[in-house]
C-alpha cells in the first residue's frame, strides 16, 4: 500500500516538475513569434503609426464643416457656376433630434461614452462572433467610421489602413468631445443618393427636418449607414422596411421607446416623400454645364478607386456593375456638391450658345408633344473637337424647360448604320479591302435592305455610299475574332451586350448607343485611329487637400490603323458626294465625310459627320421609340449638322486643307492603294515624324507613371506597403491554381477562394497590377464555371443512360405482352373469320352480326400491334353478286 502511495505520489512530482517547463516552453514560443512578426512587419507598423499621429496633428473643427463651394470656370479661367448645398444641411449638436443621438449610439456603439476612441472589447466580441458563429459584427466605433468615411477616405479591408484607422480615432478623442465627435458623425455619414448626414437624408427621403421625424422614420434613417445601397429606401423599400423594424426592435430593447411604440411604428409604411431637391447647384438647365459635372463626378469615382468597365460576361455581371456604378455615382457626386473643388473646363459659352440657337431652329417647326408633355421628335447632339478629343459643345434636348434629361450622355438609342464604319468597313480594310473592291449583295441570313432585293456584284465604296445591309454584315461575319467588339470596348461604348452574345449583327447598329460615344468614337478616324476618351474638363482641384485629382493630359488609344482610318474618310466621303447623306453637305467647306443611320422601322435617325477640325454626331427620334419617324423627320439629323457645321467651319476659320493622308495610300481619282514602300519621307516630315514620336513617347511614359503611381499620389502607399499587397494577391492566385478542381463537391470551396482573392484585389492600388490580377480572377472564374459544367453534363449523361436502358426494358416487356396478346387473338380472328364467311355463304340472318365481331376482333388485334389485312367476301347467288367488305378504321 504504501509503495503504491509514494509511485503515486511521485507521479505527481514528475507532473509538477514539467508544468513550467512546458509554460516556458510556450512563452518562449510565444515571444519568438512576437519577435518574428515585428522583425517582419515592425518597419510597416511604425510608419503606420508616425502617418497616423501626423494625419491627426492638423486635424481642425472646419475638416468637418462643409466645405467652400465648388466652382466650375470655363475655358478662358470665367467662372460660370458654383455648386453648393444649402447651408443649413450642417446642424449643430444642439439642434440634432435627440433620439438620433441616442439611436445611433444604441445600434453603433453603445459603449460610445466609455471607450476613448477605440473599443477593444468590441473588436474581441467581433473576432469571437466571426469564429465562434461565423457571423461578421462590426468592431468599428463610430470615431472609427468618422476617421474611416470622412479622413481618410479609404474604404479597403487591410491591416495598415485599420491601424491609422485606430491611431487617429484615439487622437480625434482627446482633440474634441464626445458631443462634437457625435456632431461629426451624424453630419458627415454618407446616407445614399448623394445624401451626407441626416439633415439631408431627413429633407430627401421625407422632405422633412430631422427635428420633426416620427421614431419610424428616424429608425429607418439610423438604419442605412450600415449598407447604404443594400438598405437604400428607394430602390430596395422590402429590406429598409426590414431594417427599420431591427432598428425599432433594438429601440425597445435599450429602453428608448416602449413596447406599444414598437408595436404600433413597426406596423406603419415607409412613409417615403422623396425631394428632388434643387438647390444653387442645380445645372439641368444647361447642357454644358450637367456634362462638366457629370465628368467631375466619374474623376472623383476614379480617384476613390473605381473603376470604370465596358465589357461584360452576361447580364447578371453587367447589372451588377450598374448597381456599384450607381452608388459610386452618387456618392461622388455628392462629394462634388458638398464643396472644396476647382472644376477647369473647356466651356465656351457663346459656342455653347450659337449651336444650341441652331439644332433648335433646325426643329421648331416641329411643336408636337408625347403623352408626358415632351416636344416630339427630340434631339441629340455632341461635337468634338479632332485635334484635342475635347467635347466643344453637347445638346441634350430641344429644352430644358420641364425636360431635365441630357440625351447627349443618357439617351441611349439605336445608331442604325452609323455603327457600319465602325464594326465593319474600317476592319475590313485593315485586312486588306480597298474602297474599289468587289463585294456581293446578295441574301444572308435574315438580313434585309432598305430596298427591295439585292444589286448582286458593287465596291465596298458603293455599298457604304448606299447603307447596304448585306455588305456590311458579310464583312462584320468575316471578323471571326470578333475584334469590333473589343475596339468598342476600347473606345468606352458602356451598353454593348455582354461577351457571350458577340454577333456580327452589331454591324447594323443593334446595340445602343449615345451621340457622345458616336462622336468620340468617329473623331478617332481624324487622328488616324486613335481614341481619346470625351470629355470637357482640363482639370479638378481638390482645394481641401492642395492637390490635382484630375488633369486631362488626353492620352490617346490605338484602335485603328492609319491606312484603314484614312480609307474610311476617304470612303465616307463619297456618302456625303454622292449617296446618302448629301442634303449633310457644307456650302462652305468641301472636305466632309459621313455617315447616315436609322433604326428599325425608322423610330431614330442618326447622322455623323467630320471635318478634318471638328466631328458632330446627331440623333432623332422620341425618348420611347414607339412610331416612326417621318421622312421629313429622317433628314433633320442632317440638317441640323449643316447647320451647325457651317458654323463651326466660320468660328474655328477652318482651312480648306483635305484630311491628312498617310504617305503609305495612294489616291487616283476613286481608288486607293497601299504602298509600303513608298518614297523616302521629306526632311519636314522626318523632323515632326521624329518629334512627334518623341512627344508621344514621353506623354505615354509620364502618362504610365502617373497610372502606376496612384497608390502613392491618391493612397500615399510605399512601394513596399503596395508590393506587399500584390504578393498576397499573387500567393493567393498560385494557391488557387495549384490545386485544381476534380469533383464538383470542390465547388463551393474553390469558388469561395476566388472571392477572398477578389477581397485581397481590391486593396492593390497600383492600376495596373490590380488590372492584371482581374483578367487573371475573370479567367479563373471561366474555367471554374466551365468545370462545373462538365461535372453536371457528366452527371445529366448518367441519369440518360439510366433513363435510356430503363425505357429500353419498359418497351421490351410492352412489346412482348402485345405480342402476347395478338397471339392469343389469333385463334379467335381465324374462327370468327370462317363462321363470317359462312354466314354470308349461307346468306343466314346474323352475317351482319357476325361481321361486326370480326371487326371488334381485329380492331382489337391491331390496337396490340398486330397486322391482319381487311377482309372482302364475295357471295354468288341467283346468277347475281352481291359483295360484302369487311373492314376496320
Known sequence: MRKRETGLRERVTRKRRKWPWILLTILLLLILSLGAFWLKYGYEIRNTIADGYSYSQGLKVSDFHPSNSTVIYD?????????????????????????????????????????????????????????????????????????????????????????????????????????????FYINNVYMGHGSYGFSAAAD???????????????????????????????????????????????????????????????????????????????????????????????????????????????????NDYFARYRQE???????????????????????????????????????????????????????????????????????????????????????????????????????????????????????????????????VRHALENSINTVAYKLALQDTSYSFYDDLTKMEFARLRPTEDKNAIDALGTFSTTTTEMASAYSSFSRGGQFIHPSNLTSIYDNDNNRYIYQNTHMKKDIYTKNASYMMINTMQSVISNGLGKAAALDNYKYTAGKTGT????????????????????????????????????????????????????????????????????????????????????????????????????????????????????????????????????????????????????????????????????????????NDFNQQILQMQKELNLSQAMFQAAKDNKKIAKYQSEKETIETQREQKRQSMVDKLMPQYNSQLQKVKDAYKNNDSDKEAQKQKLVDIMNEIRSYGGNVPDVKITVNSNSSSDSSSSSSN
Open 599 to 770: 433604326s428599325d422601322n425608322n423610330k431614330d435617325s442618326y447622322f455623323v459627320g467630320m471635318t478634318p477640325d471638328f466631328t458632330i454626331a446627331n440623333w432623332t427620334g422620341n425618348d420611347v421609340p414607339s412610331t416612326s419617324l417621318t421622312s421629313n423627320e429622317q433628314t433633320l439629323s442632317m440638317q441640323a449638322f449643316k447647320a451647325e457645321g457651317e458654323y463651326l467651319v466660320s468660328q474655328m476659320k477652318e482651312k480648306e486643307e483635305d484630311f491628312k493622308k498617310p504617305n503609305t495610300v495612294t489616291v487616283s481619282g476613286s481608288n486607293l492603294s497601299v504602298n509600303q514602300s513608298n518614297e523616302q519621307p521629306t526632311i519636314q516630315d522626318v523632323i515632326d515624324s521624329d518629334f512627334s514620336k518623341y512627344i508621344s513617347a514621353q506623354e505615354q511614359k509620364n502618362t504610365d507613371r502617373l497610372y502606376n503611381l496612384d497608390y502613392r499620389i491618391i493612397y500615399h502607399l510605399s512601394k513596399k506597403e503596395e508590393y506587399k499587397r500584390e504578393d498576397k494577391v499573387q500567393s493567393a492566385i498560385d494557391k488557387y491554381t495549384d490545386n485544381p478542381i476534380t469533383k464538383e463537391s470542390q465547388y463551393d470551396s474553390k469558388l469561395s477562394e476566388l472571392q477572398k482573392i477578389r477581397y485581397l484585389n481590391a486593396n492593390v492600388k497600383r492600376q495596373s497590377a490590380k
Open 204 to 318: 430627401y427621403y421625407f422632405s422633412e427636418n430631422q427635428k420633426d421625424l416620427s421614431i419610424d422614420k428616424l429608425a429607418l434613417l439610423v438604419g442605412i449607414p450600415n449598407s447604404p445601397l443594400y438598405y437604400d429606401p428607394v430602390s430596395a423599400p422590402k429590406r429598409s422596411l426590414n431594417r427599420r423594424n431591427t432598428i425599432l426592435y433594438v429601440f425597445y430593447q435599450r429602453g428608448l421607446i416602449s413596447k406599444h411604440t414598437y408595436e404600433t411604428a413597426s406596423k406603419r409604411p415607409l412613409g417615403l416623400k422623396v425631394n428632388k431637391r434643387k438647390y444653387d447647384n442645380d445645372v439641368s438647365n444647361n447642357y454644358a454645364l450637367n456634362y462638366a459635372v457629370y465628368n467631375a463626378t466619374e474623376e472623383l469615382m476614379k480617384s476613390s478607386g473605381f473603376t470604370m468597365e465596358y465589357a461584360f460576361k452576361d447580364n447578371q455581371a453587367r
Open 75 to 183: 475655358r478662358n479661367g470665367k467662372e460660370i457656376k458654383k455648386l453648393s448645398r444649402s447651408s443649413s444641411s450642417y446642424t449643430p449638436i444642439k439642434d440634432i433630434n435627440p433620439d438620433i443621438k441616442k439611436g445611433l449610439v444604441a445600434v453603433e456603439d453603445q459603449r460610445f461614452y466609455i471607450h476613448h476612441g477605440v473599443d477593444m472589447y468590441a473588436i474581441m466580441r467581433s473576432v469571437v462572433s466571426t469564429l465562434l458563429h461565423r457571423r461578421t459584427e462590426g468592431g468599428s466605433t463610430l470615431t472609427q467610421q468618422l476617421v474611416k468615411n470622412v479622413i481618410l477616405q479609404d474604404q479597403s479591408q487591410n491591416l495598415n489602413r485599420k491601424l491609422k484607422e485606430m491611431v487617429i480615432a484615439q487622437q480625434l478623442e482627446k482633440k474634441f468631445s464626445k458631443q462634437q465627435i457625435l456632431e
Open 329 to 459: 455615382f452618387e456618392r461622388a457626386r455628392g462629394k462634388l456638391l458638398d464643396g472644396g473643388y476647382t472644376i477647369n473646363t473647356t466651356i465656351d459659352m457663346d459656342v455653347q450658345n450659337k449651336i444650341e440657337s441652331l439644332v433648335n431652329k433646325t426643329y421648331e417647326s416641329y411643336t408636337g408633344r408625347s403623352a408626358n408633355g415632351k416636344l416630339t421628335p427630340q434631339v441629340s447632339s455632341t461635337v468634338i473637337d479632332n485635334k484635342t478629343g475635347d467635347v466643344i459643345a453637347v445638346i441634350g434636348g430641344r429644352t430644358t424647360q420641364d425636360d431635365q434629361m441630357n440625351r447627349a450622355i443618357n439617351g441611349y438609342s439605336q445608331p442604325g448604320s452609323t455603327a457600319k464604319p465602325l464594326v465593319a468597313y474600317a476592319l475590313a480594310f485593315e485586312r486588306g479591302y480597298l474602297p474599289q473592291s468587289t463585294v456581293v449583295d446578295s441574301a444572308i441570313a435574315n438580313v434585309h435592305n432598305w430596298y427591295s432585293g439585292y444589286t448582286g456584284k458593287t465596291t
